[in-house]
């Protein structure tokens, strides 16, 4: 486990196990919990929004197209833990195995 991991953290795969989370990863899961928090369960969004609200922090992330891989990766970790699901054309999808457009909803 990463140096700096909480215990309990799980990974949503085994690049994310090896990698040690930045300040960046955590602020990605931040803001997506903080989203996730005020959705209703029936409600998505979409990975761009949070990736959007980070690279126009103007704190040096970079452009928000950059951030979209880390909000993915973000994403799948909160998967892992069994707060949110990935969503595609409606339907619940593998987090590691989903390719193109994604949403993301709380858990239900």
């Known amino acids: 486990m990463p140096s700096g991991a909480a215990p309990e953290a799980r990974w949503c795969s085994g690049a994310c ?10 602020e990605l899961e931040s803001r997506l919990r903080e989203r ?3 959705l209703s369960a029936s409600v998505t969004l979409c ?11 103007g704190d040096g992330h970079g452009d928000w197209r950059e951030l979209m891989e880390p909000t993915r990766r973000a994403a799948r970790r ?10 595609q054309r409606g339907a619940v999808v593998d987090p ?13």
């Not at 909160?78 to 969503?87: F, M, Q, S, W, Y």
């Not at 590691?96 to 239900?108: E, F, L, N, V, Y």
Request: hydrophobic share 40%; glycine share 6%; charged share 30%.
């Open 47 to 57: 990975p761009s929004e949070i990736a959007r609200q980070v690279g126009s922090d």
């Open 96 to 108: 590691s195995t989903a390719r193109g457009p994604i949403r993301i909803r709380p858990a239900r």
């Open 78 to 87: 909160l998967v892992a833990e069994g707060v949110a699901e990935i969503t």
């Open 17 to 26: 196990r090896r990698a040690k989370l930045t300040s960046l990863d955590r």
């Open 36 to 38: 996730l928090a005020t």
